[in-house]
């Protein structure tokens, strides 16, 4: 079984405050959540 880890990028921690200020924190954590269950 293959084992994915999230690396966040300097520009990815920008983007997270930005999605943060926007409003779109639980849209993007659903995301995230459906990558990490199937990430292909």
């Known amino acids: ?11 990815a921690q920008k983007d997270a405050k930005k999605l943060l200020a926007s409003g779109l924190k ?3 954590e ?3 959540a459906i990558l990490e269950k ?3």
């Open 30 to 32: 659903r995301l995230l």
């Open 1 to 11: 079984m293959v084992k994915w880890t999230r690396v966040f990028t300097k520009q």
């Open 26 to 28: 639980p849209q993007a």
């Open 38 to 40: 199937d990430p292909v």
